[in-house]
């Protein structure tokens, strides 16, 4: 059994920056798509990044040039780095793993998630 384990998690002032890891304790699939989501209380969890089995990588447009997504497959890990952070990103981030869908799309329709960490932005 494939497990996610975040860190990386903290407080930090507006404008400063993080970067969340996210290992895996067995090597995944090849054909697994990987994302960080992002959760407040009283919302839906949201994708924040999600990285295909190409690496391409997508971004929900709130974090675009701001947020990077990358993964180390000999590591085992998957990574954020969070720039220019700013209180709404705020959130409990969690890393997912799902096997692609047709074609390599990434859905997420019934991931493997960590039990994540707590990224807070204040001043």
């Known amino acids: 059994q494939v497990q996610l384990e975040e860190s990386g998690g903290g407080s930090v002032q507006p404008g400063g920056s993080l970067r969340l890891s996210c290992v895996t304790s067995?090597?995944?699939?090849?054909?697994?798509?990987m994302a960080w989501f992002r959760q407040v209380p009283g919302k839906e969890r949201e994708v924040v990044a999600s990285?295909?089995?190409?690496?391409?990588?997508t971004y929900t447009d709130s974090v675009q040039g701001r947020f990077s997504i990358s993964r180390d497959s000999d590591k085992n890990t998957l990574y954020l780095q969070m720039n220019s952070l700013k209180p709404e990103d705020t959130a409990m981030y969690y890393c997912?793993?799902?096997?692609?869908?047709?074609?390599?799309?990434?859905?997420?329709?019934?991931?493997?998630w960590g039990q994540g960490t707590q990224v807070t932005v204040s001043s």
């Open positions: 990285v295909d089995t190409e690496g391409r990588t």
């Open positions: 997912a793993a799902d096997v692609a869908g047709s074609f390599g799309t990434c859905n997420y329709f019934s991931p493997l």
């Open positions: 067995g090597r995944l699939h090849r054909y697994y798509c």
